[in-house]
Structure formats: structure tokens, C-alpha cells
């Protein structure tokens, strides 16, 4: 069993910046991959970012590339989410997720958070 608990979410104006958090409890977190999705009111969820256990691959969605940047710290069981110029349509509730590999296909996670929301203002 893995607990995932996400923070960090809040209002921010276009173009600026957020860091999210996922703090994950209950399993051996350095053996797992670990992905982030968000889900829009009205729309389905889609994938954001993954990364490896080793943090030795990532991978991105086209339209959050060269934008946000995941990340891991195994030592605190927690991986990140930093978000930068960010857009309207980023809007989402975000959610992170835990699988053995960083797949985009949220079905393949085994484990997910509660979410947190990310509003950002035009």
C-alpha cells in the first residue's frame, strides 16, 4: 500500500510559478516511478510528467515541455512538480501517481493522491 499526499497547489497569475509536491508514505519510494496528471473541470486527465526511480528518465507532455520540470528526492520520499510561465489552460486539479515504470497512461498507476489545485489567473 502507498500513500500519496500532494501540496503546494494555489492561485497564481499567468507567467508565474508554482512548485508542487508529493509526499509519498507506506512502500519503498526509491524503487517506484512516479508520475504527475491534472484534470480540468469538464475534461479528462491527462498526463503531465513522469519520472524514473533513479531519476535517470523523464518524461513530458508537448504541451508542459520546457516548462515544468520534474524531480525526486528519494532520501525525503518525495518527488516535484516545478511549474514556470504558467498558462490559463494549465487550470487543473493535479494529481501525482505511482507505477513501476514512467509511463504517460494514467491507467497503468497503481496509486494516486487526493490532488491539489492549480488556478492561474489571465
Known amino acids: 500500500q502507498v500513500q500519496l499526499v500532494e501540496s503546494g497547489g494555489g492561485l497564481v497569475q499567468a507567467g508565474g510559478s508554482l512548485r508542487l509536491s508529493c509526499a509519498a508514505s507506506?512502500?519503498?519510494?526509491?524503487?517506484?516511478?512516479m508520475g504527475w496528471f491534472r484534470q480540468a473541470p469538464g475534461k479528462e486527465r491527462e498526463f503531465v510528467a513522469a519520472?524514473?526511480?533513479?531519476?535517470?528518465?523523464?518524461n513530458y507532455a508537448d504541451s508542459v515541455k520546457g516548462r515544468f520540470t520534474i524531480s525526486r528526492d528519494n532520501a525525503k520520499n518525495t518527488v516535484y512538480l516545478q511549474m514556470n510561465s504558467l498558462k490559463p489552460e494549465d487550470t487543473a486539479v493535479y494529481y501525482c501517481?505511482?507505477?513501476?515504470?514512467?509511463?504517460?497512461?494514467?491507467?497503468?498507476?497503481?496509486?494516486w493522491g487526493q490532488g491539489t489545485q492549480v488556478t492561474v489567473a489571465s
Open positions: 501517481a505511482e507505477h513501476r515504470y514512467p509511463v504517460a497512461q494514467a491507467q497503468e498507476y497503481d496509486y
Open positions: 519520472i524514473s526511480w533513479g531519476s535517470s528518465v523523464t
Open positions: 507506506g512502500r519503498t519510494f526509491s524503487r517506484s516511478a
